[in-house]
C-alpha cells in the first residue's frame, strides 16, 4: 500500500510512489521499440507513452531515440560476448532498460523499457525477428531502408500490446 505522505528522506514522493505502484501492479509501461540497420541508421520506430501532452511525448521520442542510439556501442560489445541473438538488458537509463537483439544480418533491435520481463521480451524479438525476415524476403523491399508497411506496423504494434503492455 502505498502512501500519501512524502517519504521524506528518500526523496520520493508519494505521487511518484502510486504511479510507480499502479504501473506494476496493471502491467502497463512504456517502451520505445527500434531496429537499426547496417549504417545505425533507424528502420522502424514504435513507441508507446502512457504520459499526456503532445510536447511531452516529442520531448519523450528524441530522449529514447538519444538514449537508443548511445547504447548502440553497449550493444556492440556485448554481441561479440556471446553466441546468443538476444543480449538481455545490455544498458540502462535512469528507470529504463535496454534490452536488444541482434540478427544474424547485424541488425540491432532494441527496446527501451521501464518493467523488467525478460521472458515477455525474448519472445517479442523473436516473434518481430520471424515477421522482419518476412518483409526482408519482400523483392519489392531494399534493405537497410526505413519500413514502411501498414501490415508490417499492425503486426509489430499487435505484438507490443501482446508482450509489453
Not at 29 to 45: R, S, T
Not at 119 to 124: K, P
Request: glycine share 6%; charged share 20%.
Amino acid at each position: 500500500v502505498v502512501s500519501t505522505q512524502s517519504t521524506g528522506s528518500s526523496g520520493i514522493n508519494a505521487e511518484y510512489g502510486k504511479q510507480w505502484y499502479q504501473r506494476r501492479v496493471r502491467g502497463s509501461g512504456n517502451y520505445y521499440f527500434v531496429i537499426v540497420g547496417h549504417h545505425d541508421n533507424p528502420i522502424y520506430e514504435q513507441e508507446h507513452c502512457s504520459r499526456d501532452g503532445q510536447s511531452k511525448k516529442d520531448d519523450y521520442r528524441d530522449l529514447c531515440q538519444f538514449v537508443a542510439h548511445a547504447s548502440l556501442d553497449m550493444i556492440g560489445e556485448h554481441m561479440w560476448t556471446t553466441n546468443s541473438m538476444y543480449l538481455k538488458i545490455v544498458d540502462k537509463f535512469n528507470d529504463w532498460n535496454v534490452s536488444a537483439f541482434v540478427t544474424a544480418g547485424k541488425q540491432r533491435f532494441i527496446i527501451l523499457h521501464d518493467i523488467k520481463n525478460e521472458d515477455s521480451i525474448r519472445q517479442f524479438f523473436q516473434e518481430v525477428y520471424e515477421l522482419y525476415i518476412k518483409t526482408a524476403m519482400n523483392p519489392f523491399y531494399e534493405p537497410n531502408t526505413p519500413i514502411q508497411s501498414q501490415a508490417f506496423h499492425q503486426k509489430v504494434k499487435f505484438l507490443c500490446r501482446r508482450y509489453l503492455i
